[in-house]
């Protein structure tokens, strides 16, 4: 994805919200998406992101398209299935996903970037 699909969609994100984002992501996850001029409550992106942030989108975006990436719809799913109490193995057959990855959006939402509750190797304690 080049640089300017990126600054798409990074400002898609401060337009509709991470969960719009989110949403959005996996419905469309790796695929290109076309923003019509108008978007009716029926229509999936309004669906998907809600009709005021699909106004949004309407007015930054209206006849463009959007590269969506992959990633974003994953990482929320694997989210949704850790809070629903699905076991690692179950969410990597879900997703499509290694167990490392799995382990590793766990430990990001926990918080677990300081690595608190293990001790140092070298420590005296």
């Known amino acids: 994805m080049n ?16 969960d719009g ?18 978007l009716g409550a029926h229509h ?3 669906q998907c992101v809600g009709p005021q942030a699909a ?22 799913m694997i989210v949704q299935l850790l809070s629903a109490g699905e076991s690692i193995p179950n969410i990597c057959r879900r997703v499509g996903a290694s167990r490392r990855t799995v382990f590793y959006v766990k430990a990001a939402e926990r918080g677990a970037d300081d690595d608190s509750d293990q001790l140092g190797l070298f420590s005296t304690d």
Do not use: M, N
């Not at 300017?4 to 991470?18: A, P």
């Open 44 to 46: 999936p992106i309004t």
């Open 21 to 38: 984002a989110a949403a959005l992501s996996a419905a469309y996850a790796g695929s290109r998406i076309y923003v019509p001029r108008f």
């Open 55 to 76: 106004a949004q989108l309407v007015a930054a975006f209206g006849t463009k398209t959007i590269d969506v990436p992959i990633s974003l719809g994953r990482r929320a």
């Open 3 to 18: 640089a300017r699909h990126f600054s798409d969609w990074e400002r898609v994100v401060q337009l509709v919200g991470d």
